[in-house]
């Protein structure tokens, strides 16, 4: 349902596959290209990043003081990569619903 597009990223668990799978639907439909959407990288980044920040939030006082430092750099250098990755899928999809749009005004 419509409703889990957006419950799916803020739910616990499901969180962690279904809004790639959301993407993939998206992709699927829209950029029709044979091969498996190229969402992977991004999602993957997008998690690493997230498990890093609960990590950053578990051990913050038991690591001492550079380890969280550690981590949170960690974690922002993969939501950077994740950020980049999504740029990419966002253009990707915008590029293929134009397409799909101007030919259906041509028809």
């Known amino acids: 349902s419509s409703v889990w597009v957006w419950l ?3 739910t616990p668990i499901v969180n962690f596959w ?3 799978q959301v993407i993939d639907d998206v992709w699927r439909s829209t950029v029709r290209d044979p ?3 190229r ?3 991004w999602w993957g980044a997008f998690i690493a990043a997230e498990v890093l920040i609960w990590l ?3 051990f ?3 690591l001492g003081s550079i380890g969280p430092v550690v981590i949170w ?3 922002a250098g993969m939501m950077t990569v994740a950020g980049v990755g999504w740029i990419r899928v ?3 999809i915008s590029d293929a619903q134009d397409a799909l749009a101007s030919r259906a005004v041509v028809s």
Request: hydrophobic letters at 40%; charged letters at 15%.
């Open 8 to 10: 799916g990223w803020i």
């Open 18 to 20: 279904f809004p790639k």
């Open 35 to 37: 091969e498996e959407p």
């Open 39 to 41: 969402t992977g990288s």
């Open 56 to 58: 950053h939030g578990l």
């Open 60 to 62: 913050a006082t038991a």
């Open 73 to 75: 750099v960690l974690a």
């Open 90 to 92: 966002v253009r990707t």
